[in-house]
């Protein structure tokens, strides 16, 4: 039989154990809760009896107080005896555990001595046949083949010993993870039994990374970054979040000059020009831009700061951002209608800005 099959009759037999012990710990577990509900039952019977009695209310009250005192005084019997029970669970649980302990220790001596003892008798056939082949009249050349074809024999035989052993050893402790596992499902239904919560088990601690000559390069500092990744800030303008930005861009003009001694032409630089941008959005139904735009038009200049910002890959920690300073709308630009179209309704708003400036996160 090979080890996937022991395992899954390890499996069946594990699993057919908590099906049968299932049913059982639940029909106890029932008994004892209506044990100790006919207890609170037999108390208030006793206390309505009492009540409905002919007795002068101080006997009444002193027939109550005797019966809160049994009833106290069973509860508490039952708490201890319940508390009993835990611990002999318990105890079972540690002495069961051991027992596998000491059956898997066993189990592995058995193994090793197995194997040692079938490599004496590999050992003992192979000297054997090298002594036979010694005495033999064969040339020295055939011996010397022969020989060492025994001894690698003798070798691929002790590899496979050791791969039979490295598996009976894991069936061995795989047998041992089960029956603790069958232990401890017992030990739970029998604390569940008892009306016990079965114990947390901790959580699993996280594994160490494996120790490297050099440390991984994590910060990702020459990654290309991704361009639908960002955000607009337009100032005191709400007007929706914006799905493209076009035109980021900066330069300085080209001054040329020539002396009259000069051979060629020279290049200096000259004033510092901003780009106008281009900002795109879905349409909502809201005024914001165009009222902007509606406002330069009346000659009421009204110049707002803007920022795109470059995201991570989270979508919230900023990379870098590009302000651009005192812009103003010089062109808005309507979507285009089609009812042959599903697309969505653009709207483009161009700007026209006095500085930039890249500010590092």
Request: zero cysteines; hydrophobic letters at 40%; glycine letters at 6%.
């Amino acid at each position: 039989m090979s080890l996937d099959a022991v395992n899954e009759s390890i499996d069946k037999a594990k699993n057919n154990v908590k099906k049968a012990t299932d049913g059982a710990a639940a029909d106890l577990k029932k008994a004892r809760e209506d044990g100790e509900a006919k207890i609170s039952e037999a108390k208030a019977k006793a206390d309505a009896k009492i009540e409905s009695s002919k007795l002068p209310d101080p006997v009444k009250k002193a027939a109550k107080d005797a019966n809160s005192a049994a009833h106290k005084a069973a509860n508490e019997a039952v708490d201890k005896a319940k508390q009993e029970a835990k611990g002999a669970v318990e105890d079972a649980e540690k002495k069961a555990n051991e027992a596998i302990d000491e059956a898997e220790k066993k189990a592995k001596a058995a193994v090793a001595k197995a194997e040692d003892k079938v490599k004496d008798e590999v050992n003992k056939a192979k000297e054997g046949m090298q002594d036979a082949v010694n005495d033999s009249k064969l040339p020295g050349p055939v011996k010397n083949a022969i020989n060492k074809g025994l001894d690698q024999l003798q070798g691929i035989a002790n590899k496979e010993l050791a791969k039979l052993a490295q598996d009976a050893n894991k069936m061995v402790g795989d047998l041992k993870e089960h029956a603790k596992d069958v232990v401890a499902d017992l030990k739970d239904k029998a604390l569940s039994v008892l009306g016990f919560e079965a114990a947390k088990k901790p959580a699993d601690l996280p594994l160490k990374p494996p120790k490297l000559g050099k440390p991984a390069n994590t910060s990702r500092k020459f990654d290309h970054q991704g361009a639908f990744r960002f955000r607009v800030e337009l100032g005191g303008v709400a007007a929706g979040t914006f799905t493209a930005v076009d035109g980021l861009s900066a330069q300085v003009e080209l001054i040329e000059y020539q002396g009259g001694a000069d051979q060629f032409v020279r290049q200096m630089p000259g004033r510092p020009k901003v780009a106008p941008i281009v900002l795109k959005k879905g349409y909502i139904n809201t005024s914001a831009l165009w009222d902007w735009l509606q406002a330069t038009m009346d000659g009421k200049l009204k110049l707002e700061n803007v920022s795109v910002v470059l995201l991570a890959d989270n979508n919230e920690t900023e990379l870098v951002r590009y302000n651009l300073t005192e812009t103003w709308p010089s062109r808005w630009n309507g979507f285009q209608l089609d009812a042959n179209s599903s697309n969505a309704m653009i709207e483009e708003l161009e700007l026209q800005a006095r500085t930039i400036s890249r500010v590092a996160a």
